[in-house]
């Protein structure tokens, strides 16, 4: 168990929906990242949060955003969606961000019918 | 363009033999590399790193070794046990210019037969 924690475990919405991921980080990580894993792909970074202010940004789609809430837990919001959102959705902290191991959460599983 | 790559999509080896997982990668800038395990239904678990001022670290059965030459990493496990038998990525972060991202791999899926 990292300590991090991700809900919901699962998703089924259909295209066109929009969806709320949520991640809860390790106790006393400032840092929170989300990354995006489709099928026999790796996992592609989408963006970072410290301390509530967006640090870093990946290739993420506009259709998507993301914030880190005052007590430190972020959500990830996929507006619009598609067929090829489908994906495994992992939330990762650490304390400072910087390059360090990065801590994951077991993701959500996201279907889009 | 996939910056961090794993050629190999799989890899079976015997209980008690060597283990050996390759990545290479193509930016220059890459600095810190890591490597990730990851079960079925579970998140990636940290593994072992290296930065790249060293060409080796060693954790137990784990040794990653960093040949910045060739811009390529391997990850021994030495003796191999069935319950290493997971999908492991390798990723590579540049801070400098690219910030605190992880650029990952697409994975080796390795089985370890008892």
């Known amino acids: 168990d990292s300590g991090v924690t991700q809900t919901p475990k699962h998703l089924i919405t259909a295209t066109g929906q929009r969806v709320t991921l949520r991640c809860s980080p390790r106790?006393?990580?400032?840092?929170v990242y989300w990354y995006q894993q489709s099928l026999d792909q790796g996992l592609q970074f989408l963006i970072q949060y410290y301390n509530g202010e967006e640090r870093a940004k990946g290739n993420i789609l506009e259709r998507f955003s993301a914030q880190q809430f005052p007590d430190l837990h972020s959500e990830l919001n996929l507006s619009s969606l598609e067929l090829g959102d489908s994906a495994l959705y992992f939330c990762?902290?650490?304390?400072?961000?910087?390059?360090?191991?990065?801590?994951f959460g077991p993701g959500t599983r996201l279907t889009v019918t | 363009d996939q910056q961090v790559k794993q050629n190999s999509p799989s890899l079976s080896v015997q209980e008690g033999r060597i283990s050996i997982l390759n990545c290479d990668y193509t930016n220059s800038m890459f600095d810190y590399f890591l490597w990730y395990k990851k079960y079925p239904a579970e998140g990636p678990t940290f593994l072992i790193s290296i930065s790249s001022i060293k060409d080796k670290n060693e954790d137990g059965r784990f040794t990653v070794f960093l040949n910045k030459s060739a811009k390529h990493l391997s990850l021994h496990i030495v003796p191999s046990q069935p319950g290493d038998s997971a999908v492991y990525f390798c990723a590579a972060s540049d801070l400098w210019s690219s910030g605190d991202k992880l650029t990952f791999g697409t994975g080796t899926r390795l089985a370890v037969r008892p």
């Open positions: 990762a902290s650490n304390p400072s961000g910087g390059s360090y191991e990065q801590y």
């Open positions: 106790s006393g990580d400032l840092s």
